[in-house]
């Protein structure tokens, strides 16, 4: 799992732009869903979605509730486990 600095609440230099965090969080969750980096990884897409969601980006929720459907319980806990780890170390 990244971790990323918060200066000025400008996240987007991970994919090369500037964007608001909860953007390029929406931006990353769209990679892993499609498997742009390698393997389809719905378990961060999810998590990156729930993220994204938090931060009030509106197509968030609805690509969460999108990967959930293709993912078992076990799958969705570990992802709602890494957000919250994420949110405590970020």
């Given at each position: 799992m990244a971790r990323f600095d918060?200066?000025?609440?400008?996240?987007?230099?991970?994919?090369?732009?500037?964007?608001?965090?909860?953007?390029?969080?929406?931006?990353m969750g769209l990679r892993h869903a499609a498997g742009r980096d390698g393997a389809?990884?719905?378990?961060s897409a999810h998590m990156y979605f729930n993220l994204a969601d938090q931060m009030g980006v509106e197509d968030a929720a609805r690509h969460r509730f999108q990967a959930a459907?293709?993912?078992?319980?076990?799958?969705?806990g570990r992802a709602l486990r890494?957000?919250?780890?994420?949110?405590?170390?970020?």
């Amino acid at each position: 799992m990244a971790r990323f600095d918060w200066q000025d609440g400008d996240f987007g230099t991970a994919l090369g732009t500037s964007a608001p965090i909860g953007e390029t969080l929406f931006a990353m969750g769209l990679r892993h869903a499609a498997g742009r980096d390698g393997a389809i990884d719905l378990v961060s897409a999810h998590m990156y979605f729930n993220l994204a969601d938090q931060m009030g980006v509106e197509d968030a929720a609805r690509h969460r509730f999108q990967a959930a459907e293709a993912m078992t319980k076990a799958e969705i806990g570990r992802a709602l486990r890494s957000a919250r780890t994420w949110l405590a170390t970020n």
